[in-house]
C-alpha cells in the first residue's frame, strides 16, 4: 500500500524559532499534498493544499507567512512554522495523493510539535 | 460552508454492536469517508460511500443516504482495540476533505 512518512515525529522548539516539518511520499508520486493541524482532542483541520510546483493554497484563517509550504518535487512537501509561539504547538498530520488517484489520501504518522 | 455533525463520545461492550452516526451539510459531494484515529496517531482509512447504500468490509460497514445527508458506521464484534476516534470526512468539490469533529468511542469489557 502507499506509504507516507514525516519527519521529525516530534520536535520541541523555543518560542521565536522555526521549525520544518517534512512530508514524503515513500513508493508513489503525490501530486497534491495536504497539510492538516490537530488540536488535542479536536477534529483534523485543513491548514493548506500543495501541488508540485505550484504555489500553496492557504485555507481562511491561515497565514500563509507564518506556514511555509513547499513542494519542491513529487515526493516530498514541507511545512516550516516560522517564528514559532505557544499556541503554534499542535499535532500537525499531511496526507498525499496520488498521480492515479482522484479521491484516496493516504496519511503520515503526524508530528507533535511543542513550543515552549 | 459546511457542517459535519456526529456525536462526541460513546461507550459500548465488547463484543456487541455499535453505530456512530454522522449527518452532513455541503455545498457539494464527492464522497463521504470514515477514518479511525487512535490517540497521537494518523487517521487510517476504513471506507468510502458515494452512492446509497450499505458497503460493508469485515466487522466495519458504512452506510450512506445522500439525499438526508446522513451516513452511519456500523462496528460488529466490538474488541478493545476498537476504543479510538473515528472521523466522519466528507469530499467537496475540488477533492479536499472536510473533518467532522469525531467520536470517541470507548469499549468497555
Known amino acids: 500500500g502507499a506509504v507516507v512518512s514525516q519527519h521529525p515525529s516530534w520536535v520541541i522548539c523555543k518560542s521565536g524559532t522555526s521549525v520544518k516539518i517534512e512530508c514524503r511520499s515513500l513508493?508513489?508520486?503525490?501530486?497534491?499534498m495536504f497539510w492538516y493541524r490537530q488540536f488535542p482532542k479536536q477534529s483534523l483541520m485543513l491548514m493548506a493544499t500543495?501541488?508540485?510546483?505550484?504555489?500553496?493554497?492557504?485555507e481562511q484563517g491561515v497565514e500563509k507567512d507564518k506556514f511555509l509550504i513547499n513542494h519542491a518535487s513529487l515526493t516530498l512537501s514541507t511545512l516550516t512554522v516560522t517564528s514559532a509561539h505557544p499556541e503554534d504547538s499542535s499535532f500537525y498530520i499531511c496526507?498525499?495523493?496520488?498521480?492515479?488517484?482522484?479521491?484516496?489520501?493516504?496519511f503520515g504518522p503526524g508530528t507533535r510539535l511543542t513550543v515552549t | 460552508g459546511q457542517n459535519i455533525d456526529q456525536p462526541t463520545e460513546m461507550t459500548a461492550t465488547e463484543g456487541a454492536i455499535v453505530q456512530i452516526n454522522c449527518t452532513y451539510q455541503?455545498?457539494?459531494?464527492?464522497?463521504l469517508f470514515w477514518y479511525q484515529q487512535h490517540a497521537g496517531e494518523a487517521p487510517t482509512f476504513l471506507s468510502y460511500n458515494v452512492l446509497d447504500g450499505l458497503e460493508e468490509k469485515g466487522r466495519f460497514s458504512s452506510f450512506l443516504s445522500r439525499s438526508k445527508g446522513y451516513s452511519y458506521l456500523l462496528l460488529k464484534e466490538l474488541q478493545m482495540k476498537d476504543s479510538a476516534s473515528y472521523l466522519c470526512a466528507v469530499m467537496e468539490a475540488g477533492n479536499m476533505l472536510t473533518f467532522g469533529g469525531g467520536t470517541r468511542l470507548m469499549v468497555k469489557p
Open positions: 513508493d508513489f508520486q503525490a501530486t497534491t
Open positions: 455541503t455545498s457539494g459531494f464527492n464522497g
Open positions: 496526507s498525499a495523493r496520488g498521480v492515479d488517484s482522484t479521491y484516496e489520501q493516504y
Open positions: 500543495s501541488n508540485e510546483g505550484s504555489k500553496a493554497t492557504y
